[in-house]
């Protein structure tokens, strides 16, 4: 009996973590990529239907990983031979969020990057929070899958090395009015300094001299 229950503990996690690993419904969306001309920029992130830098939002439910409800999933299609570029972050920043592909590779982090190769012709993938991060209310977080070049067209590999890992939503800025331009700050130089200084002085002497008493 003792060995039975022995048995039973890794066959227990096993089937947990089967029960764990992305498997997307067919209701559950497809991604549809948006080309990079289209990508939205900083107003885009206040559109319920934005596309910043292509980046597409979703909502994790509060407590939705801890009770085993369906958690946000998507599927890409048509990327055997390719590598997949992750992107996510939680909005407002400082949540951590995670991704698990259908081979049950897993990824966490307060802004997720990762590029790897797909795990067949359709990849799913699956985010959820770890054991703190929805504790406490929805977390709601922006994401963007990239698909590499054909291999005959591009190592898949130099096309990772290539890509800007820092475009993320939060990275995008306040645009300026139309026509204007941000006034540069210059640092007083040393000269300058030393005219100011030669100024006062005089200044001070010119009002001894004619009897202008200080307190």
Do not use: H
């Amino acid at each position: 009996m003792q060995l039975v229950g022995l048995l039973s503990i890794p066959l227990l996690t096993i089937f947990v973590r089967c029960t764990w690993s992305a498997s997307c419904n067919p209701s559950d969306p497809n991604w549809v990529p948006l080309p990079p001309e289209q990508y939205g920029n900083y107003t885009a992130l206040f559109d319920p239907n934005g596309r910043p830098l292509g980046f597409q939002s979703s909502v994790i439910k509060y407590f939705e990983t801890d009770a085993g409800q369906p958690t946000p999933c998507y599927s890409v299609d048509n990327v055997d031979d390719k590598r997949i570029e992750i992107m996510a972050e939680s909005s407002p920043p400082g949540s951590v969020i995670c991704v698990e592909d259908q081979l049950g590779r897993e990824f966490c982090d307060t802004k997720i990057y990762d590029c790897r190769q797909a795990p067949g012709n359709t990849a799913y993938f699956r985010f959820f929070c770890d054991a703190q991060g929805c504790s406490d209310s929805d977390v709601t977080f922006w994401f963007r899958f990239s698909v590499s070049l054909p291999p005959n067209e591009l190592d898949p590999e130099l096309w990772c090395n290539d890509r800007n890992t820092d475009e993320y939503p939060s990275s995008l800025t306040i645009p300026l009015p139309t026509g204007r331009e941000l006034i540069p700050i210059t640092q007083p130089s040393a000269a300058s300094a030393l005219t100011s200084s030669v100024s006062v002085i005089f200044a001070i002497l010119f009002l001894v001299t004619i009897g202008v008493p200080f307190r």
